[in-house]
C-alpha cells in the first residue's frame, strides 16, 4: 500500500504464488485500518461480504503476517505493524 498525506493512493500487487486467492489482499484489512473507524467497515462492505472460509482464510495471512513483522525486531516500525495487526484481529472476532 502506497500512501499520501495519509491517504491510500496506490497498491503495488506483487503476484505471489497465492495470486488468485482474495485472502491474502483482504488480510491488509486488519494490518491496516483500525477495528473501530469505518474504513474497516466500507472495506468489507466493498467487497461483498465474504463467505466465512475466506474470512478465516484472511485472518489465516493477516496472523502470518502480524508474526513476520512482530519478529523483525531491526525495525521497531515492523514490530508495530505485527503488534497493531494482532490487537485488530483480537478485536475483531466475527
Known amino acids: 500500500m502506497?500512501?499520501?498525506?495519509?491517504?491510500?493512493v496506490a497498491v503495488i500487487e506483487w503476484g505471489d504464488i497465492t495470486s488468485g486467492d482474495p485472502a491474502t489482499d483482504l488480510a491488509a484489512?486488519?494490518?491496516?485500518?483500525?477495528?473501530?473507524?469505518?474504513a474497516r467497515a466500507e472495506a468489507w462492505a466493498h467487497y461483498g461480504a465474504p463467505d466465512l472460509p475466506l474470512r478465516a482464510?484472511?485472518?489465516?495471512w493477516a496472523m502470518c503476517f502480524a508474526a513476520?513483522?512482530?519478529?523483525?525486531?531491526?525495525d521497531p516500525r515492523h514490530v508495530a505493524a505485527g503488534e497493531r495487526t494482532f490487537r485488530n484481529l483480537s478485536e475483531d472476532l466475527g
Open 57 to 60: 482464510r484472511a485472518r489465516g
Open 2 to 8: 502506497l500512501t499520501d498525506g495519509g491517504a491510500f
Open 29 to 38: 484489512i486488519w494490518m491496516l485500518l483500525p477495528q473501530a473507524s469505518a
Open 68 to 74: 513476520m513483522l512482530s519478529a523483525l525486531v531491526d
